[in-house]
């Protein structure tokens, strides 16, 4: 799991520089988990360092703070993430520091209440609790303050992103508290009005995930913002009244990946420690023996895995997506095998595993094994398009990709997350033709149904689609 990181450094003052009151120093360090579009905070002055919303994995931060000489006084979690694993805890105990978290959240680890007007120090600034609900509805945002009381910048987690808001569907059934979409969306328009609206315009905004991200859907690729800059620009922010705000935010929602649940309950109770989880994972030999049940996860590109592979394996290849598609054909509670083509794949990808928090799923890790010999059905591409009513045609793209931009007229359309749970729905009776928008999806579409389908051909389209559409779109 790569992690980059982009620093932000200000003189903060409020007041004419003085030389005998020289300027506080603000440091803000942005971590960036491009696979999941994951932004994570150290923000320090004065040797002091609050990390805002951690990784999985520690160390980036602990080896900031050494390389810096700097403490980490303060973790903050603005909410329990449904689509990574923090590693708060393990931090926390590693650092023997506090994590400051709201009451709403119902956190099971020793913590620190963080509610609304609630305020830390960090050297020379003061950190405020704000609460955010409409994401969530134990959301908070931090808001910094220099020493003479004046907002400096924001970190508003999921409820503030750039160019859009967090979206309120993902709490309905899951964390200490639930809420409805509808009621969230209530929240969050009062949250956008009554907080972040309300804000002076140069305060800095740094939210927890950028464009790509599930916890949106209409993200700027920006790594930060003003909230003057919001205003003028976010989509969210603009004059409408609360039932207008409430159908725009409920409105063609992102699909939810099987794993999101899971992860805001692990977030809730904490997290085994990385390094010993990822240990935990058995590495096995090429010539082990696979049980039967558990499924195997292929993770190597598609023209190698059509040329041979396991029988009813999935193949899931190694891609900037790779953990979101994981995790939403992967329930949270089942168990499977990994395969990679090498060895530095292979543990690249149980720690990009553990970001989800599906470690403890992989029953074990194998290089290419020798039985790998089932191999895929090549598409005559002339015969399609000359005979496209002799196919059935799946179409496994989202729901809003189908009605912005079909493709073929009758095309069947499940979406990838839904395709295992819904198999039955699929015709039999001809050749099965599967598609997306420019070749990922449908690999694994194509070898979900090639696993459970008898004495019918599948097909994947792959990126031949591209022949029949005027653009690629999303894969």
């Not at 020289?22 to 002091?48: G, R």
């Not at 994995?57 to 390389?67: H, S, T």
């Not at 509610?115 to 409409?134: F, M, S, V, W, Y």
């Not at 859907?217 to 919001?230: F, Q, V, Y």
């Amino acid at each position: 799991m790569t992690i980059k990181f982009l620093t932000f450094t200000f003189n903060v003052h409020s007041q004419p520089y003085a030389r005998r009151n020289p300027p506080t120093v603000m440091k803000i360090e942005q971590f960036e988990d491009k696979n999941l579009a994951q932004f994570s905070y150290i923000l320090m002055s004065d040797a002091e360092i609050a990390v805002i919303d951690p990784a999985r994995d520690p160390k980036p931060y602990e080896e900031y703070a050494m390389l810096h000489d700097a403490k980490i006084t303060a973790i903050i979690e603005t909410h329990p993430h449904a689509d990574f694993v923090s590693g708060h805890l393990e931090l926390s105990e590693a650092k023997q520091t506090p994590i400051y978290v709201s009451s709403k959240l119902g956190a099971t680890y020793k913590h620190t209440p963080f509610n609304h007007g609630d305020e830390l120090k960090i050297g020379n600034l003061t950190l405020r609790a704000l609460e955010t609900p409409g994401h969530s509805p134990d959301s908070i945002s931090v808001l910094v303050l220099d020493e003479n009381g004046k907002e400096q910048a924001v970190f508003t987690g999921d409820a503030l992103l750039l160019g859009d808001v967090g979206r309120p569907d993902l709490r309905e059934t899951v964390g200490h508290e639930t809420s409805s979409r509808d009621q969230l969306a209530r929240q969050m328009y009062h949250t956008t009005r009554e907080i972040f609206m309300k804000l002076p315009d140069d305060v800095l905004v740094y939210p927890a995930h950028g464009a790509g991200s599930l916890c949106g859907k209409s993200m700027s690729k920006a790594k930060s913002s003003t909230i003057g800059e919001e205003k003028a620009t976010n989509a969210a922010l603009q004059p409408m009244t609360q039932d207008e705000f409430v159908t725009y935010l409920t409105s063609e929602l992102p699909f939810v990946p099987k794993y999101f649940g899971h992860a805001v309950e692990l977030n809730r109770t904490g997290a085994p420690k990385y390094d010993s989880a990822i240990k935990k994972v058995p590495i096995l030999g090429p010539d082990h023996k696979l049980e039967q049940e558990p499924l195997v996860i292929d993770t190597r590109p598609q023209d190698q895995f059509r040329q041979g592979h396991l029988d009813s394996s999935i193949n899931l290849p190694d891609g900037p997506k790779f953990e979101t598609w994981l995790g939403s054909v992967v329930w949270p509670d089942e168990p499977f095998y990994l395969i990679a083509r090498d060895e530095d794949q292979l543990r690249e990808l149980i720690c990009r595993t553990a970001s989800i928090g599906y470690e403890g799923n992989i029953r074990g890790a194998i290089l290419t094994p020798p039985a790998a010999v089932e191999t895929a059905p090549t598409l005559d591409l002339a015969h399609f398009k000359a005979n496209p009513d002799h196919y059935t045609i799946l179409d496994i793209r989202n729901t809003n990709e189908v009605k912005e931009k079909p493709i073929f007229a009758n095309a069947l359309a499940i979406p990838l997350p839904e395709l295992r749970e819904h198999l039955q729905e699929v015709p039999t009776d001809k050749p099965i033709v599967v598609h997306c928008a420019s070749g990922y999806r449908s690999a694994v579409g194509a070898s979900i149904l090639t696993a459970v389908v008898e004495d019918v051909s599948v097909y994947d389209l792959g990126d031949a689609v591209t022949q029949f559409m005027p653009s690629s779109g999303q894969a």
